[in-house]
């Protein structure tokens, strides 16, 4: 008897040291693991190491915070990088309400560029994104309800309007959203009678809506989805602008548009789309014969939310009626009523001939 237990007690010590070896390997191993994840997905410091082209920018957060060095700076909730496990990107998050710009009702976290020029001389911008978030509150008669714009061109002088918006929107529920850009034109006199006039890019553009406020048109079948990345090139060259879009998977898209001569100058001009979607709300103006020429013009770069909490009876095209919590940023987050859009690559520059 004396033998088999001093027979058992060796094989329960050997079983001992076996699984203490197997629970340190694994340990080991999961410790290793952790640490070759950790090597992965190493996120730069500040959005300004993974792009380097913030010397040449400011920025107006969702908060209504400003700031013009933008080397090394970052601000939680709105302006930081984020890693999707291979990739370092540069994160523009805004709620539908908060504190903005003088002539807009619309939050953004959104770069503005602080070298200015004219059509004539021009200047080039250039994105690699991925619109991960738009409103999912919002009125789906309204033209920019659950849209952002990613990118603009907007004039600092006359009357401040903008000879380009890109946008994306996608409706709840649906998988693929939008792309399309805006013209706004640029009136002589009196600037109520403004009008934006909408080309897809891939999708719909601005115009096709909801028959009411919770019913969606069909979900567009080459649209892009969220977290679905792609580009675009916005090159004036010499009072002409040159928009490329692209995408993997996409036709490549190319347009042109002359902002030196207007389209639009008598009211016979204006295009059956306007017709549809500005004349009911007293929008029907004709632009300056020289459209923007001479006129002083900057780009702009991140999340421009178009979703805001205004009274859609108030302007069917732009007040959206999103949940907006009283301004409270915090539940607005927690509730989907925001825009958030990543950029992994960007540039800014002279305009260069086209192709």
């Known amino acids: 008897m004396k033998k088999s237990t001093s027979l058992s007690v060796r094989i329960s010590t050997v079983a001992l040291m076996l699984l203490a070896f197997v629970l340190t390997s694994c340990g080991e191993k999961s410790k290793k693991t952790e640490e070759e994840k950790e090597v992965t997905t190493t996120t730069a410091s500040y959005p300004s190491d993974?792009?380097?082209?913030?010397?040449?920018?400011?920025?107006?957060?969702g908060d209504g915070t400003k700031e013009d060095n933008l080397i090394g700076y970052e601000k939680k909730d709105f302006f930081y990088v984020e890693n999707d496990g291979t990739t370092d990107w540069v994160v523009y998050k805004t709620p539908n309400s908060g504190i903005t710009s003088r002539t807009s009702s619309n939050t953004r976290t959104e770069l503005?560029?602080?070298?200015?020029?004219?059509?004539?001389?021009?200047?080039?911008?250039?994105?690699?994104?991925?619109?991960?978030?738009?409103?999912?509150?919002?009125?789906?008669?309204?033209?920019?309800?659950?849209?952002?714009?990613?990118?603009?061109?907007?004039?600092?002088?006359?009357?401040?309007?903008?000879?380009?918006?890109?946008?994306?929107?996608?409706?709840?529920?649906?998988?693929?959203?939008?792309?399309?850009?805006?013209?706004?034109?640029?009136?002589?006199?009196?600037n109520s009678g403004r009008w934006d006039f909408s080309s897809a890019v891939w999708g719909y553009d601005m115009s096709v809506v909801g028959s009411d406020s919770n019913n969606y048109p069909e979900e567009p079948t080459d649209g892009i989805a969220l977290g679905e990345e792609f580009c675009y090139e916005v090159n004036v060259y010499k009072g002409i602008m040159y928009l490329t879009f692209s995408s993997e998977g996409h036709e490549t898209k190319t347009f042109t548009k002359n902002l030196l001569k207007s389209d639009y100058i008598t009211k016979a001009d204006l295009p059956e789309q306007t017709r549809q979607m500005f004349v009911p709300i007293g929008r029907d103006g004709t632009e300056k014969p020289n459209a923007y020429a001479g006129e002083i013009n900057?780009?702009?770069?991140?999340?421009?939310?178009?979703?805001?909490?205004?009274?859609?009876?108030?302007?069917?095209?732009?007040?959206?009626?999103?949940?907006?919590?009283?301004?409270?940023?915090?539940?607005?987050?927690?509730?989907?009523?925001?825009?958030?859009?990543w950029f992994k690559n960007a540039t800014v520059g002279e305009a260069t001939a086209p192709k």
């Open 298 to 341: 900057y780009f702009k770069q991140g999340a421009y939310n178009q979703t805001n909490g205004k009274d859609p009876k108030t302007n069917m095209v732009w007040s959206t009626g999103s949940d907006v919590y009283d301004g409270d940023i915090e539940k607005q987050y927690a509730n989907g009523c925001y825009a958030e859009v």
């Open 112 to 190: 503005g560029e602080k070298k200015h020029w004219i059509p004539e001389t021009g200047g080039k911008l250039t994105g690699t994104l991925k619109v991960m978030h738009v409103s999912t509150s919002g009125d789906a008669r309204v033209a920019a309800s659950y849209s952002v714009v990613v990118g603009q061109i907007h004039s600092d002088e006359g009357h401040e309007n903008e000879p380009l918006k890109i946008f994306y929107k996608k409706f709840p529920g649906q998988t693929k959203g939008s792309v399309f850009w805006n013209y706004e034109i640029n009136p002589e006199g009196d």
């Open 50 to 61: 993974v792009i380097p082209f913030f010397d040449k920018f400011k920025i107006l957060l």
